[in-house]
């Protein structure tokens, strides 16, 4: 006969285990999740795995754990039984089993606050799912997240126990003995000594709880901490390892500044509602149909030179200022992209044609400008005066992505102020922190008077920083 219990069952300890894990499940996530079961079935586990990701997951960092989640949910033989049926596995018969659950709910129609008094027993004793939503009812779950020590594991679960009524349980079926015996005889003890090593269990189960969200403690402050040393962290220090992760950490955030953008543009289209209009349009006919007026937003239509330097001192910092560059090409209209060392070459069409990756294979690989000269900022300015200047107008932002270290060259920082004074705005986003701009062969001191604002990019958080500050100011 076929269990028609079976598939909520099976989907109720599925959505336990991934809270277990540590993730956030919501009721309209377990009618989802199946929803995906009955569709999919439970022979194709690595579907249903994908499935339920996109339904639970809120960073890529959770994919380990919900990847361990799974294997622990099927490396079970098959779904738990619950209390009666255990009972019954060990031996007791139906008549057995059925004397102890009318005495227990003789015991819930006697007493006052009764029937909660034994439901909370019989959670207790039934463990598994049901133990899971007596710890999440009781508030236990938000007390067992604040542990953040080995040496607290002992005082938490001492404190679980309190509140799940661990030994208030053990006094009742001390109880419930001496009813049994004389229902049961030998019988008796041995159901209720059964229904200790169940209470014994569920202790077991809350300490083993209380380790678990130890461990998941401690995974996620290491990895914060990973994150932040990525954030934090000088470019130049980064491994080889570290760069790929702030590699894909800068074309993350490139992404979301492409979706805010498709919003703004959205939004543009449609109009901001103005109520002045719709209130005038509405008097005239009653407010019958209701049509809102909107005002059209006017946008400047602005424009972008980017200039980069990829020169073997700023190395560390230009492969992540060049996948900013080739996200400028579709935040900003008409865009221009230039890189150089002591050559200028414009690389809009480059970025325009084809990937990011294939853009900067044909940087780094010296096709576009030579990388064995020296930086000569001086010479690459007057190089943009000299062909380019007539594209700057009052709609140019201009933004120089380079250290200034000029190599003792000329500096021309006059001609930096030239193109400032027919720009709307000239960004310097410099790798090097600001004291620095006056040592050595370092021409900021001289640069930044003629900037609009000179931000620094010593790491991924200020990457992300001057990204934001470019973006908002077109």
């Not at 057995?96 to 659950?101: A, F, H, N, P």
């Not at 972008?304 to 990829?310: A, F, R, S, Y």
């Not at 720009?423 to 310097?428: P, S």
Request: hydrophobic residues 40%; glycine residues 8%; charged residues 30%.
């Amino acid at each position: 006969m076929v269990d028609a219990h079976a598939l909520p069952r099976l989907v109720d300890e599925l959505a336990w285990t991934l809270r277990r894990a540590g993730f956030v499940i919501a009721p309209s996530q377990v009618i989802d999740l199946a929803r995906v079961v009955e569709a999919l079935g439970w022979q194709d586990r690595l579907a249903l795995q994908e499935a339920t990701a996109a339904l639970v997951l809120r960073s890529p960092r959770e994919r380990p754990r919900l990847d361990e989640a799974f294997a622990s949910f099927f490396a079970r033989p098959g779904p738990s039984r619950d209390l009666w049926a255990r009972l019954g596995a060990l031996g007791f018969t139906d008549g057995e089993v059925g004397s102890l659950r009318e005495l227990l709910e003789g015991v819930a129609q006697r007493e006052r606050e009764g029937h909660e008094q034994v439901d909370r027993l019989v959670a207790l004793l039934a463990g598994g799912t049901e133990l899971d939503r007596l710890l999440c009812l009781a508030g236990v779950r938000l007390e067992i997240d604040r542990i953040r020590s080995p040496l607290q594991v002992g005082f938490f679960t001492q404190r679980a126990s309190r509140t799940l009524g661990l030994a208030a349980a053990r006094e009742r079926l001390a109880g419930l003995r001496l009813q049994l015996r004389e229902a049961l005889g030998e019988r008796g003890d041995a159901l209720v000594d059964a229904l200790e090593g169940e209470l014994d269990r569920a202790a077991d189960a809350l300490r083993a709880q209380v380790q678990h969200a130890l461990g998941s403690r401690a995974e996620d402050d290491r990895a914060e901490g990973a994150a932040r040393r990525l954030e934090e962290a000088s470019f130049a220090s980064l491994t080889d390892t570290e760069r790929e992760e702030v590699c894909r950490a800068v074309r993350a955030f490139v992404d979301r500044l492409r979706g805010a953008e498709r919003v703004r543009t959205r939004h543009a289209r449609r109009g901001r509602l103005d109520p002045g209009r719709t209130m005038r349009t509405l008097a005239r006919t009653g407010g019958v149909p209701f049509r809102p007026a909107r005002r059209r937003r006017r946008r400047d239509r602005p424009r972008i030179i980017l200039l980069c330097d990829v020169s073997e001192s700023v190395r560390a910092v230009s492969r992540f200022m060049l996948e900013l560059v080739h996200a400028a090409h579709e935040l900003f209209d008409r865009t221009r992209s230039f890189v150089f060392v002591s050559e200028l070459s414009e690389t809009t069409a480059l970025f325009e044609r084809g990937p990011a990756k294939a853009a900067l294979a044909a940087i780094g690989g010296g096709e576009i400008v030579p990388l064995h000269a020296n930086s000569n900022y001086g010479r690459v300015l007057r190089a943009f005066e000299a062909r380019h200047l007539p594209a700057v107008d009052r709609r140019t932002t201009v933004v120089v992505l380079g250290d200034g270290r000029t190599n003792y060259h000329d500096a021309s920082e006059q001609t930096l102020g030239r193109i400032r004074a027919r720009a709307r705005a000239v960004y310097w986003l410099c790798p090097e922190p600001r004291r620095d701009g006056s040592t050595g062969d370092s021409a900021m001191s001289r640069y930044e008077p003629h900037c609009t604002r000179v931000l620094e990019v010593t790491c991924a958080g200020e990457l992300e920083a001057a990204a934001r500050t470019l973006a908002r100011s077109r």
